[in-house]
């Protein structure tokens, strides 16, 4: 199985006249916000992309994986709590199997699957790392 990375890359625009940046990314095209600085540019990338995540989630859409920079783009990281959530919901569709069959590999209640899938419900790492695991992944930490 390959591994998986939640960093994509995006573009910052200037905006002429009105100052500050505009900021896209051609993988997740609905993540589109905008900063007065390069830094609140990327702080405010990194929630677009947070949430633009979290609606495919909630849409039982696809999540893209992430293209490779070109030249004048930064990579944005998504939160580690999203990228995880995400990670869970990758693992669930590639291994073709419901709500239902996560809880009974887990041994938890149907309700709780469904807590760990949901991307606005707060859900402890240990927790993760036990879907991940019945789904025969983990994690892996990378600091750059």
Do not use: W
């Amino acid at each position: 199985m390959n591994a998986r990375q939640f960093t994509y890359a995006v573009k910052l625009t200037a905006e002429k006249g009105a100052g500050g940046y505009v900021v896209t990314c051609r993988d997740l095209p609905e993540a589109i916000t905008q900063g007065e600085t390069v830094d609140d540019a990327l702080a405010e990338a990194a929630d677009a992309l947070e949430e633009a995540i979290a609606a495919r989630i909630d849409d039982g859409e696809a999540i893209p994986a992430p293209s490779h920079a070109k030249r004048g783009e930064r990579m944005v990281s998504v939160p580690p709590s999203m990228a995880l959530k995400a990670a869970v919901y990758l693992a669930v569709q590639q291994a073709g199997i419901s709500n239902s069959e996560l809880a009974r590999r887990m041994k938890v209640d149907e309700k709780e699957a469904r807590r760990i899938l949901d991307p606005h419900h707060p859900t402890k790492l240990p927790r993760i790392e036990e879907a991940l695991s019945v789904l025969g992944r983990h994690v892996e930490l990378v600091l750059t």
